[in-house]
Nanobody, 118 residues
Framework: QVQLVESGGGLVQPGGSLRLSCAASGSRLSIYVMGWYRQAPGKQRELVASITSGGRRTTYADSVQGRFTISRDNAKNTVYLQMNSLKPEDTAVYYC???????????WGQGTQVTVSS
């Protein structure tokens, strides 16, 4: 079982940048496919980006392609989401997600608020 803790959220102006971190404990992160999801008020949770266990493959939602970058450091048991050129519509609670390779067990962090506003 893995525990996930997100950090790095906050208030930023449009066009600004933030880097979210997701620190894992209780298990090696290298055995999980990792993802970042977000949920805006009144909307469903959506996948923002994902990265395979070894970090070779990434996927992005069309709305963030070219602006966000997901990465992982398995030695530090941490996954990152670099967010550039932020827009007001990126405002949401961002959640870290882990899916066990093979087991398909899913784990979630508690979320971190990102607010993009002038």
């Amino acid at each position: 079982q893995v525990q996930l803790v997100e950090s790095g959220g906050g208030l930023v102006q449009p066009g600004g940048s933030l880097r979210l971190s997701c620190a894992a404990s209780g298990s090696r992160l290298s055995i999980y496919v990792m993802g970042w999801y977000r949920q805006a008020p009144g909307k469903q949770r959506e996948l923002v980006a994902s990265i395979t266990s070894g970090g070779r493959r990434t996927t992005y939602a069309d709305s963030v392609q070219g602006r966000f970058t997901i990465s992982r450091d398995n030695a530090k048991n941490t996954v990152y989401l670099q967010m550039n050129s932020l827009k007001p519509e990126d405002t949401a609670v961002y959640y870290c997600n882990a899916v066990g390779v093979g087991t398909m067990r899913e784990y979630w962090g508690q979320g971190t608020q990102v607010t993009v506003s002038s």
